[in-house]
Structures are given as structure tokens and as C-alpha cells.
């Protein structure tokens, strides 16, 4: 049951204002692990080299043999995808409680309460969330990144520290610089995967310090800032650049005290992701994801009926695996801010 019947006719609650925190902000997981159809619940994957750019020896003289190449080389990971569900019940009391005091003049209900739209909402947001922070939790680890594809700052080299050095050959600017430390991202990237990145993350508490940054006001000075081009300019980033502003509720259950978590918490990623899946493409993440028969969908919703509760199901589903496939492809930031 979604609701407790006792909560469902008192007297009387507005109609035009509720006390809730509704998730309204979006979800970025799949920006940086998009979603990858596969037809088998495990498998394995090729993860190519660069051998491919090789500029082999091709000069051949006359009545010689023409030099032969073979394919490139290749390594093979796996995945394995796993079910994630969640159903809500909807009783006919409920229902029957509802429509009851909605009819009576002198009791009213919220009208936005709606127990099958609030079940289906309640359970998606959930398996959402629970991907979003698997997510994260991957994309902000730094075991996960090669030696020089992460840095961690502290102290004056945090962007939230912006006190002017006072001396030396800049002492109207701080030691902290998101200009620089972006561009060695961009740099690290590219070096490595031969693809400038594509896909810029900063949760917005971070974001927050960069407008008014002294070295960023300062480089801004020469030319306008509402130019389309202009963090290109700034940063030589020249992909989407993604705010992060999503939290969600860090408990066990609905009675305890509320825990709010950042999902990205102070945490900046550089990376290029694929525009579309191919069979030889390079890519930092993947959610591979296994579709539901009939009709291949991907996170299906299924309703039925249990007579013995009295109750109607809503049901929602995934399976997936995130995998972090191409470690090279992105660039960790650690809390860029204190």
C-alpha cells in the first residue's frame, strides 16, 4: 500500500500547497556511461589498441612482395548484466478512501495525490538513483584512472581558495588556477586516446567559484564573456559542459533522519564519450544493457492485478552492468574545491 489510510482523509489539508522535496534535477549517469543494447546477458567486449594508426612500410619495387599487415591487436574484458526492479502496491481501499474525501465538502485532499503515479514515480526514481550513484562512484574513484589521468587538490590549489598571493610576478591572482588545471585534462586526453574529451562535469558548488575566479576574470578581460565560444577560447574545452546538482536521501528507510548526498559531490570529470555506439570506437563508460522480449525495451513498466491483496501492481525494471571501458578517456579532478 502506498499510503497509510489514516493519513488519506484528515481534516482538511490544502489543496494548493504540500511540504515535499520532489527530484527535479537531472540525472547525469548516463551522460558519461550511456546506455549500450546487448542480446545476451553476459558477454564480452573487444577493447582495441591504437595499433591502427600504425603507418606501416609500404614501398614496394618492382617484382618484389608487397609487405602484409595484419589486424590490429586487441584485449577482451567482460560484463554481466544484473536486474534491478522495484514494484509498489496500490490497494482499493486506498482508492475507495481517496474518492471518498475528495466527494465530501468538508474534508479535502491534495490533488495531486495520485497512488499509481506516485507508486511508478517513487520505484523509477529510485532504480534511477541507484544508477546514478554507481555511476559516481566510479567516475570520482581515482584507483580507477592511470597514474597521470587524475590529480587531487588541496589547500591553496583548490578553486575555492582565491586570496591573492600578494607577491611574486601575479600578486593580484591566487595560486589556484581552473583554467590550467582543465587544460592539462584536455591535454592528458588527448596524449592518450589521440580525442580531445567531449564531456566536462562540475557539480554546481563547484561551478559556483568559477565566474568571479580572479584568473578567469582577469583572461576574460580581453574579450566578451557571453560569446558562444568563449570557454573554448578560455580553456581550449571545447565539448558540453554538464552542472551537476543532484542529491539524494544517504538512509536506510524513510524514518530515519535525512542524510542529503551530492551524488558528485566536489568532484570535476573530463572525458570523451562515444555520440554513437560503433563496433571499434573508444569510449570511457558504457551501461550495457540488456532489453526485455517482446518489443526490445530497455526499462520496462508492467501493471497486474492481485486479487488476494486486494491490490494492484506497478513494476519497473533494468538490467544493466556499468563498465568504465576505455580508463584513458577521462580525466579526474578530485575535490577541486575544500
Known amino acids: ?14 489543496t494548493n500547497f504540500s511540504k515535499g522535496y520532489g527530484q527535479t534535477l537531472e540525472l ?26 600504425l ?18 591487436k586487441w584485449s577482451e574484458d567482460t560484463f554481466t548484466t544484473q536486474e534491478h526492479a ?33 507508486g511508478l514515480e517513487l520505484i523509477t526514481r ?43 610576478g601575479t600578486p593580484d591572482l591566487p595560486v589556484s ?22 564531456r566536462l562535469i562540475i557539480p554546481w558548488d563547484v561551478w559556483t567559484y568559477i565566474p568571479d575566479h580572479p584568473r578567469i576574470v582577469k583572461r576574460f578581460t580581453n574579450f566578451d564573456l557571453t560569446r558562444p565560444d568563449a570557454f573554448r577560447l578560455l580553456t581550449g574545452f571545447d565539448g558540453e559542459i ?10 536506510n528507510n524513510e524514518d530515519d533522519t535525512e542524510n542529503i548526498v551530492k551524488f558528485w559531490g566536489k568532484d570535476v570529470i573530463l572525458a570523451y564519450v562515444e555520440p554513437q555506439p560503433t563496433e571499434m570506437s573508444l569510449s570511457y563508460g558504457k551501461t550495457f544493457t540488456l532489453p526485455y522480449q517482446p518489443g526490445g525495451q530497455l526499462r520496462p513498466v508492467t501493471r497486474w492485478r492481485e486479487n488476494n491483496r ?6 519497473y525494471r533494468w538490467r544493466y552492468d556499468l563498465k568504465v571501458v576505455a580508463t584513458t578517456a577521462a580525466y579526474l579532478i578530485k575535490t577541486a574545491v575544500a
Request: glycine fraction near 8%.
Open 126 to 168: 529510485s532504480i534511477l538513483f541507484e544508477h546514478e550513484l554507481k555511476a559516481s562512484a566510479m567516475a570520482r574513484n581515482s584507483a580507477l584512472y592511470p597514474g597521470g589521468n587524475t590529480v587531487t587538490l588541496s589547500g591553496t590549489g583548490q578553486w575555492s581558495n582565491q586570496t591573492p598571493l600578494g607577491s611574486g
Open 177 to 198: 588556477n581552473p583554467v590550467s588545471d582543465i587544460q592539462t585534462g584536455v591535454r592528458v586526453i588527448q596524449a592518450a586516446t589521440g580525442r580531445p574529451p567531449n
Open 242 to 251: 554538464i552542472i551537476a546538482n543532484s542529491e539524494y536521501n544517504n538512509v
Open 55 to 72: 603507418i606501416f612500410e609500404s614501398h614496394r619495387e618492382p617484382g618484389g612482395v608487397t609487405n602484409e599487415v595484419r589486424a590490429g
Open 86 to 118: 522495484l514494484q509498489a502496491s496500490i490497494a482499493d481501499e486506498e482508492r475507495q478512501w481517496l474518492a471518498a474525501a475528495n466527494a465530501n465538502q468538508g474534508t479535502t485532499v491534495s490533488a495531486n495525490i495520485n497512488p499509481e503515479t506516485d
Open 310 to 315: 486486494f491490490s494492484d501492481i506497478v513494476h
Open 1 to 14: 500500500m502506498m499510503y497509510d489510510p489514516k493519513k488519506l482523509y484528515v481534516d482538511p489539508i490544502l
Open 28 to 53: 547525469i549517469g548516463e551522460r558519461l556511461f550511456p546506455m549500450t543494447p546487448v542480446s545476451l546477458p553476459t558477454g564480452k567486449y573487444r577493447v582495441f589498441d591504437r595499433s591502427n594508426r
